[in-house]
Every structure is written in C-alpha cells, then in structure tokens.
C-alpha cells in the first residue's frame, strides 16, 4: 500500500503553501510596505488561493489519503483531522473574505494586471463589508497560527523520522 500523497495532492499542497505564505506575509506586513504598494499583488494571491482551494477540496473528496503510521496516537489523529479541517475551511473563507472586503473598496479588482475581477455585491460602509474586513483580519491571524503548527508538525514529524512528512515530499 502507498503511503504517500499522489502527485496532485503533493503539487496543489506545495502551490498552495507557496501562495498562502507570501499572501500572508503581503497582507500582514502591507502598511510597512506600503511604499510598495502590494495590495494589487495580495489580492491577486489571495484570489489564486480561492481558485486552487476549490479544485484542492474536489481532488481531496476524490482521492483518498493514504493512511498515518500506527505510530500515530489517537490524539495526534483527531489534532491532525482538525487543523486540516480549519485550513481547508480558512483556505475558502480567507479568500472569499478579501474579495468582499475588495468589493466594497474604491479600487478595482484586477487578476495580477491580466483581466478584471468582478466586484460583490458589497456596499462600501454597509456591515458586510465590516465583517468582512474585521473576519479577513482575524483569519490572517488564525491562518499564521494554524500555518505555524502544521510546519511545526512537519518538522516534529521529520525529527523522528516517523514516516508522516515524507508524504508529502
């Protein structure tokens, strides 16, 4: 049986950690970069990131994981199951909270300079456009935390040389 992840799942995981940690790092640093003016580009990350997510969760619901190790406690189990489950979910709403916050904003949306965006039905002042900028803000953090973890579990994994985060390589 293998235990690795197949060659999709490993290529969405390793673009989407790629998009995600620079979206991050753009969108938590964005007023000491402000001279750099990269929102456009945050946007357009963050945009790419909603994309992959949804063919991520198709690929995912059509092909299974392969299994843990038994070395696995039934704790680390249920821990795995729920940081997936929070990435997976922040993966969607990090994106679709930016886009309506975008949406209620002044300037367009514009796909890394290529085509335009639609724009949401989001009034500028209205309160979805307040809880999607606050829920944007707050998931930013969340995702960091979340991130942090799962690179910390990597590299736990690694230093025992369990077998868990060569699935993924």
Do not use: C
């Not at 690795?4 to 790629?18: F, I, K, Q």
């Not at 790092?25 to 790419?48: Q, R």
């Amino acid at each position: 049986m293998n235990t690795n992840y197949d060659s999709g799942a490993r290529a969405l995981h390793w673009a989407m950690a790629a998009l995600i940690l620079t979206a991050l790092g753009l969108g938590l640093l964005h007023d000491a970069l402000k001279p750099l003016n990269v929102m456009p580009l945050h946007k357009s990350l963050g945009l790419s990131v909603l994309v992959l997510a949804a063919v991520r969760v198709i690929w995912r619901l059509t092909h299974s994981a392969p299994p843990l190790p038994v070395s696995v406690t039934p704790a680390q189990r249920a821990l795995t199951a729920m940081v997936h489950g929070l990435l997976y979910v922040l993966m969607l709403a990090m994106p679709m909270s930016g886009w309506a916050s975008a949406s209620a904003g002044k300037y367009p949306l514009s796909y890394f300079g290529l085509f335009a965006w639609p724009k949401l039905a989001v009034a500028k002042g209205s309160a979805a456009a307040g809880a999607a900028h606050q829920a944007h803000g707050v998931g930013g953090w969340l995702m960091l935390a979340l991130v942090a973890g799962h690179i910390g579990a990597a590299v736990w994994h690694a230093a025992k040389r369990d077998g868990v985060m060569e699935r993924m390589l």
